[in-house]
DNA sequence: GTAATTGCAAAAATTTTGCCTCATA
DNA sequence: TATGAGGCAAAATTTTTGCAATTAC
């Protein structure tokens, strides 16, 4: 049975301070604010255990390090391919498109959609500069 | 000025005799049957090139490493929780669902969708046990 | 000729794991 | 008190990079 332990709950915790969707090392870095000796294997171990028990998402958004969502409700990410920032979106695929390919044999159980582009604050910047 | 090496032939070449979508050192395996002396640094260049030139795709599918596709036709992708085999699914979103989410702010440029479940084979195997 | 590319090896970056100790249930 | 979890450090995994030699243009 998994305990509920101080850093465990500190880690979960943490997570849902972020708006953004924070890798790793991006949680031990505030956790250690609070738990100064906590080691990043803990870190990594809890936000497995967290996310196998659904209370915490675990995302792949792009081709670079892993990261965490504590918001579970049904919504996708858009990332800026200049500042790499992840921003949430509420655009969802309804479920009925999902049996859309249920021809092709696979049970599905759901998807994963990332937008990618330019967020606002780099479509500006990008402004100034021309 | 990009070049056109021999390894950079090979490797685009080997690619598109894959119909999964395999990650470098599976590419690096199967061009060295042609090239035995290019090193795994050459093939993760090359692949990097090649996406970069728009000749073939770099995909980010679930948590694990990345993947190359040479198919670059509009498609998405479905990956097997089980067996983590990766397939194409010609489903794919309209430009105009993508324009839904233009009030964010953002540039829409594109988007990845991944679908996740059980292959038709794992499906199989799952009823075999029962 | 010259600048891009290669092979090699070392380094960097990210994540996992072994082991012994500690603390939760 | 039994066992899941933690801390630490080492290892494993994946990817990138520096450099001297080579090669495409």
Same mark, same amino acid.
């Given at each position: 049975? #998994?305990?509920?332990? +101080?850093?465990?709950?500190? !880690?979960?915790? !943490? /997570? $849902? #301070?972020?708006? $953004?969707?924070? #890798?790793?090392?991006? !949680?031990?870095?505030?956790?250690?604010?609070? *738990?100064?000796?906590?080691?990043?294997?803990?870190?990594?171990?809890? /936000?497995?255990?967290?996310?196998?028990?659904?209370?915490?998402? +675990? &995302?792949?958004?792009?081709?670079?390090?892993?990261?965490?969502?504590?918001?579970? =409700?049904?919504?996708?990410?858009?990332?800026?391919? !200049?500042?790499?920032?992840?921003?949430?979106?509420?655009? $969802?695929?309804? =479920? $009925?498109?999902?049996? *859309?390919?249920?021809?092709?044999?696979?049970?599905? &159980?759901?998807? #994963?959609?990332?937008?990618?582009? +330019?967020?606002?604050?780099?479509?500006? /910047?990008?402004? +100034?500069?021309?």
């Amino acid at each position: 049975m #998994t305990r509920i332990t +101080k850093q465990r709950q500190v !880690v979960l915790e !943490v /997570l $849902s #301070t972020f708006d $953004s969707h924070p #890798t790793a090392d991006m !949680v031990y870095d505030k956790v250690r604010e609070k *738990l100064p000796r906590i080691s990043l294997g803990t870190v990594y171990r809890n /936000l497995e255990v967290l996310a196998e028990e659904g209370l915490i998402r +675990k &995302l792949s958004v792009g081709n670079d390090r892993k990261r965490f969502d504590h918001d579970l =409700t049904d919504h996708d990410h858009i990332r800026c391919i !200049v500042c790499h920032r992840i921003d949430d979106v509420d655009f $969802s695929l309804s =479920t $009925s498109s999902e049996n *859309l390919i249920e021809k092709e044999g696979y049970k599905i &159980l759901g998807h #994963t959609m990332v937008f990618w582009g +330019k967020c606002p604050d780099c479509l500006k /910047l990008e402004q +100034k500069i021309k």
